[in-house]
């Protein structure tokens, strides 16, 4: 259930970039029409009537293109989405089965440390074979942790590799109608 409220935060973390990046390029377009209205209005109709059919088709093919751009850029949005929960979902197994395989030998440690501890003749022996055994499960516990939080952060960075890709891309998309300004 946590993988899944992860992978929707993603959803919408990626979501809302993208929306974010939509607006921006949609207000810079806003501002350059409100800009051309605002000087053209009384010689629009004569604009328009010196307009040739070639300069109408240009300007159409260029809105077509324009728009099959962000179709196409919002697909990518939608592969390297898919791409990072698919990656984290499998990370997000490999990291179950590691935690039980961890589980299940301190389980078989205690059963072993248990065996033992019945087999001792005295107190003493009892309590030095049980803070041998504290200390070794502690270790333990302690590598086989960082070995989980290794790969946890590993398992991050390759979830929100296709995303960061996404991510860069939309900016240096941005960044280039704001450089033509």
């Known amino acids: 259930m946590a993988g899944t409220t992860n992978v929707t935060k993603l ?14 390029v949609a207000a ?17 109709p004569a604009a328009l009537e010196n307009t040739s059919m070639d300069q109408m088709t240009k300007m159409t093919d260029g809105l077509q293109k324009t728009t099959e751009d962000a179709v196409e850029f919002n697909r990518g949005n939608i592969e390297a989405f898919t ?17 039980f395989a961890m589980m299940q030998g301190f389980g078989e440690q205690a059963v072993e440390n248990t065996k033992a501890l019945s087999t001792m003749k005295s107190l003493k022996e009892a ?24 790969a946890a ?12 890709a996404r991510w860069t891309l939309a900016m240096e998309k941005m960044a280039k109608p704001i450089a033509r300004i």
């Open 11 to 24: 959803a919408g973390e990626a979501t809302a970039l993208t929306a974010e990046a939509v607006r921006k």
């Open 127 to 150: 309590a030095e074979l049980q803070t041998g055994f504290a200390r070794s499960t502690l270790e333990k516990s302690v590598a086989e942790a960082t070995k989980l939080n290794e």
């Open 28 to 44: 810079h377009n806003a501002a350059q029409v409100k800009k051309a209205a605002d000087t053209g209005a009384a010689k629009t």
């Open 83 to 99: 791409k990072a929960a698919q990656t984290y979902m499998a990370g997000l197994q490999d990291l179950s089965r590691q935690a």
């Open 153 to 164: 952060f590993k398992l991050a960075e390759q979830a929100a590799a296709p995303l960061a």
